[in-house]
T-cell receptor
Framework: GQSLEQPSEVTAVEGAIVQINCTYQ??????LSWYQQHDGGAPTFLSY????GLEETGRFSSFLSRSDSYGYLLLQELQMKDSASYFC?????????FGKGTRLSVIA | DAGVIQSPRHEVTEMGQEVTLRCKPI?????LFWYRQTMMRGLELLIY????????DSGMPEDRFSAKMPNASFSTLKIQPSEPRDSAVYFC??????????????FGPGTRLLVL
């Protein structure tokens, strides 16, 4: 089956760098996506990796390695507003399959 | 663009009552998804439609749940009768059906349902 694993919680200091990992137990998917969800809000799209390698969008970067069944989201220069849940997701022939999410807490 | 619109934003009802959640996808998006989110189970896909046709409803918990998409701009998720365990946030999302952009789903603000 399709399975995505993420850490449930991560805590990091304001201004620091944090990496949120996502490992998966399947192959043949189209790419790896990341979504952000603030408390009380809806998931919003952050990034998508169709190919192996690093994709950068401002302070956020996302990485995919299909050979290692692994990807990560990298957040730099952390700000308090980055405190949220982050979900990785993959798509096969059908809709996106989401991980359980990682709750990031940014502390001063 | 108004984004995905959901109504109501909050719903409080008593066990046994019928609940109808509504969704208007982004114009031009051919795929529509209904999700349920709880602390215990996370984000669960209930059902999705392509071009108004239900493709996969295997995530619908039981027969009390039903969903329709009568046209490209409107979908409903109905729970009848509702139970306390149905309390959750229900999200509707839409995306294009073809091309790279189908990797991006746009979520509505959600309906927070509380069944007493």
């Amino acid at each position: 089956g399709q399975s995505l694993e993420q850490p449930s919680e991560v805590t990091a200091v304001e201004g620091a760098i944090v990496q949120i990992n996502c490992t998966y137990q399947t192959s043949g998917f189209y790419g790896l996506s990341w979504y952000q969800q603030h408390d009380g809000g809806a998931p919003t799209f952050l990034s998508y990796n169709a190919l192996d390698g690093l994709e950068e969008t401002g302070r956020f970067s996302s990485f995919l390695s299909r050979s290692d069944s692994y990807g990560y989201l990298l957040l730099q220069e952390l700000q308090m507003k980055d405190s949220a849940s982050y979900f990785c997701a993959v798509r096969f022939r059908g809709p996106l399959v989401f991980g359980k999410g990682t709750r990031l807490s940014v502390i001063a | 663009d108004a984004g995905v619109i959901q109504s109501p934003r909050h719903e409080v009802t008593e066990m046994g009552q019928e609940v109808t959640l509504r969704c208007k996808p982004i114009s031009g998006h051919n795929s529509l998804f209904w999700y349920r989110q709880t602390m215990m189970r996370g984000l669960e896909l209930l059902i999705y439609f392509n071009n108004n046709v239900p493709i996969d409803d295997s995530g619908m918990p039981e027969d009390r749940f039903s969903a329709k998409m009568p046209n490209a701009s409107f979908s409903t998720l109905k729970i009848q009768p509702s139970e306390p365990r149905d309390s959750a946030v229900y999200f509707c999302a839409s995306s294009p059906l073809r091309g790279l952009s189908q990797e991006t789903q746009y979520f509505g603000p959600g309906t927070r349902l509380l069944v007493l």
